[in-house]
Structure formats: C-alpha cells, structure tokens
C-alpha cells in the first residue's frame, strides 16, 4: 500500500507562512493523483488543492491565490506551501493520494475513496 507522512504543520499569526510536506513511500508518485485535505472540528474533510499525475493542479477557492501545491517526484514528496494564512485555515491538514479516476460531471477527476491518507498535521492560525 502506499504509505504517506506529513510534516510541517505548526502554530503561526495571521499573515504568515508554513509549507507543508508529504513523504511518498511504496509507489513512484509519479503514477499517483495527489493532494491536500484539512478538517476542522464540527466540519466535513474539504479538498484544498490537488496534483494529478499529468501535473495539473485545482484548488479550493477559499486558497487560491494563496496556497501552492507542488510536487519533488526524485524526492517522492508532496508540498504544500501556504502563505498569507488566515484563522480560517486552522485544522488538521491530511496529505491522500490514489492510483484511480472518476469522471464528475464530465471531468476526470481523482477518485480518493479508494485512495491513502496520511495521519495529518496540524495547522495552527491565531489572530
């Protein structure tokens, strides 16, 4: 199975920046659809940005503009680089990655119910 660890996750003032990392283990992450869920307490998980294995990225509207998703494939790891943070970004972030496809409304789209999940790290905000 493919194994995923996070890291990078902390407690910073609003304004700041943190980057995320994701150690893909098992598979070449090069064959893997890729990305970054958060979830905060009282809330469903939510996609935050997703790399897919042609290089594509999609974000979550609430970061555009704001976070990055990357990719090191020699590294097998899996960035995400979050700056001007809000309160609002506070949760528990959880790096997923799945070998399967789904189409959603006519648009191929990563399948992540079969997929892996990390254990998550957690992303602090304060104002």
């Known amino acids: 199975v493919v194994q995923l660890e996070e890291s990078g996750g902390g407690s910073v003032q609003a304004g700041g920046s943190l980057r995320l990392a994701c150690v893909v283990s098992?598979?070449?992450?090069?064959?893997?659809?890729t990305g970054w869920f958060r979830q905060s307490p009282g809330s469903e998980r939510e996609e935050v940005a997703v790399i897919d294995t042609d290089g594509e990225t999609t974000y979550a509207d609430s970061v555009k503009g704001r976070f990055t998703i990357s990719r090191d494939i020699e590294k097998n790891t899996l960035y995400l680089q979050m700056n001007d943070l809000k309160v609002d970004d506070t949760a528990m972030y959880y790096c997923?990655?799945?070998?399967?496809?789904?189409?959603?409304?006519?648009?191929?789209?990563?399948?992540?119910?079969?997929?892996?999940w990390g254990q998550g790290t957690q992303v602090t905000v304060s104002s």
């Open positions: 997923a990655a799945t070998f399967q496809s789904t189409v959603r409304a006519g648009v191929l789209v990563p399948f992540w119910a079969s997929g892996y």
């Open positions: 098992r598979y070449d992450m090069s064959i893997l659809n």
